[in-house]
């Protein structure tokens, strides 16, 4: 499992892309971690609305924009595990429904739970959720021919730093708000009663994937290419103000 820092990992997504757009690589799935933790906001988003910038500076947090849709979210390197699906929209696992196409991936990370003994649903659009609780939130696109889908499995839940993150006024961070967000959200962690290592579950979610789409997958690493696109990518766009204080 990679780690990256955040325009990294935002980089090698789109660079995957481009190479099998290109024709210059296979349907890829990765998992990885955030290193350090990061904030990412949907493409639509503002991030001085959505992130308290100057706290991400104090405490080394990485803010970057995905070219992907949805809300913010805090991607901490204690406590999730973040995957990536990148295949050509041309292929029969992806349908033309996008509520159908979100069905069919998740599926994946579902399979992938059931696999740690944890029963989880999809909830449309995107989520999924275990005992009417989230625990995976996803998000997708479609360019250059590709259909792009990432999102996160929590392993662990800090509510009050999320919360500073995401711009919440410290004075109005009130154990309750902590307990409504803790009635919604849920974690690997707290399911099971114990602390999970991120190799178990990673393993776990690829024989989820694995079973779910019927794919035999195939260990790997990026072409030179590939890296290449992404180091320019990392640098040239996603670590840039340009990009992400674009709105």
């Known amino acids: 499992m990679e780690e990256n820092d955040a325009y990294t990992n935002m980089a090698i997504d789109e660079s995957i892309v481009t ?24 493409t639509f988003q503002g991030m001085k609305e959505e992130v308290d910038i100057e706290y991400c500076k104090q405490q080394g947090i990485d803010p970057v924009r995905r070219i992907t849709g949805g809300g913010a979210v805090y991607h901490d390197y204690n406590g999730e595990i973040t995957y990536s699906i990148i295949i050509p ?13 979100y069905s069919i991936i998740c599926d994946g990370i579902i399979r992938g739970l059931k696999n740690l ?12 959720a275990v005992g009417g609780k989230k625990v995976s939130g996803n998000a997708q696109t479609r360019r250059q021919g590709c259909l792009l889908q990432h999102g ?12 500073r993150i995401l711009k919440v006024p ?18 690997l962690k707290h399911i099971l009663g114990r602390k ?3 190799e178990e579950v990673s393993k776990a ?11 035999e997958l195939i260990s790997g690493s990026l072409s030179g290419e590939e890296m290449k696109i992404a180091r320019k990518l990392a640098k040239e766009k996603y670590s840039t103000d340009e990009w992400n204080f674009s709105r």
Do not use: C
């Open 117 to 128: 003994n944890i029963e989880a649903q999809f909830v449309p659009i995107n989520d999924i």
């Open 205 to 215: 979610l690829q024989r989820g994937f694995s079973d779910a789409l019927a794919i």
């Open 152 to 163: 996160t499995i929590l392993l662990d839940l800090d509510v009050r730093e999320m919360f």
């Open 19 to 42: 190479a099998i757009h290109k024709g210059d690589a296979t349907p890829t799935l990765r998992f990885y971690r955030w290193k350090p933790s990061a904030v990412s906001i949907g």
């Open 89 to 101: 929209q041309s292929h029969n696992l992806v349908p033309h429904d996008i509520l159908e196409s």
């Open 170 to 187: 410290q004075e109005k961070i009130s154990d309750k708000m902590i307990k409504d967000v803790t009635q919604r959200v849920t974690s």
């Open 196 to 198: 999970i290592e991120f």
